[in-house]
């Protein structure tokens, strides 16, 4: 048997494979570049309160919000207010959160989240009456009675 058509495959293996990791690492540098000059740290921060905000339809505060092209976002301090009318504590506080993000949809301008992940988190639940708790109007869930 002849070798040379093994070398060939071998060469096309190690060609692709070569690429694709070259591929790779451009990709992650030109995102450790781009994201922290068209997101910085104040504009990342608006983003998130206001996307949080609107969202889960509380309102919600952050401290420091920074990005890492290896791990993701790291935000400081969340925390999400209670139901007007109900106790006066945050409905939800974590000192951390950490959000992981998908790399190829960078290729396209989107930021597409993964995994998120709330460190020391503190949840508060509150219930009046049947089927009425303090997260009940979150999330679109229709208009939830203030009692």
């Not at 920074?66 to 006066?88: H, T, Y």
């Amino acid at each position: 048997m002849s070798k040379k058509p093994m070398n060939k495959f071998l060469k096309f293996v190690l060609w692709t494979s070569g690429t694709f990791i070259a591929f790779f690492l451009i990709l992650l540098a030109t995102a450790a570049i781009i994201i922290p000059i068209k997101f910085p740290p104040e504009k990342l921060k608006a983003m998130a309160t206001q996307k949080l905000s609107e969202t889960l339809q509380h309102k919600v505060t952050l401290g420091d919000v920074n990005f890492n092209v290896f791990s993701g976002f790291q935000i400081k301090d969340l925390v999400v207010a209670n139901r007007p009318g109900w106790a006066g504590k945050p409905l939800i506080s974590a000192k951390e959160i950490s959000i992981s993000y998908h790399l190829f949809p960078l290729l396209w301008g989107q930021v597409s989240l993964g995994e998120i992940k709330l460190n020391r988190p503190e949840i508060l639940v509150e219930k009046r009456g049947p089927n009425n708790f303090n997260f009940s109007d979150m999330m679109g869930g229709g208009k939830a009675q203030a009692v």
